[in-house]
Nanobody, 120 residues
């Protein structure tokens, strides 16, 4: 019904930058909040940042001032610009979207995840 496809992960040196993208497709009526979560090995999945459909954003304290979330509602795509990356940012990053499909049902969807590795 709804697919979220992430791209842009990879290996980067400390202090470097990466941009992740999350494109939504399917029988979408409305997309409310879009966000990024991450999960490091042995850790629980945690919220990194999210953006509501009115443009209001939330950030985890650990990424404030370094990461920026944005969205293009026409393209149904969210972006995560990550600057000044640190080794502790290494994780699988998952896109999440709160979506209402045609027919009325509203629920959360998840992407497949993209690996981000910060290492020298």
């Amino acid at each position: 019904q709804v697919q979220l496809v992430e791209s842009g992960g990879g290996l980067v040196q400390p202090g470097g930058s990466l941009t992740l993208s999350c494109a939504a497709s399917g029988i979408i009526s409305s997309i409310y909040t879009m966000g990024w979560y991450r999960q490091a090995p042995g850790e629980q999945r945690e919220l990194v940042t999210r953006i509501h459909n009115d443009g209001i954003t939330d950030y985890a304290d650990s990424v404030k001032g370094r990461f920026t979330i944005s969205r293009d509602n026409f393209k149904k795509t969210a972006y995560l610009q990550m600057n000044s990356l640190k080794p502790e940012d290494t994780a699988v990053y998952y896109c999440n979207a709160d979506v209402r499909i045609f027919g009325g049902m509203r629920r959360d969807y998840w992407g497949q995840g993209t690996q981000v590795t910060v290492s020298s």
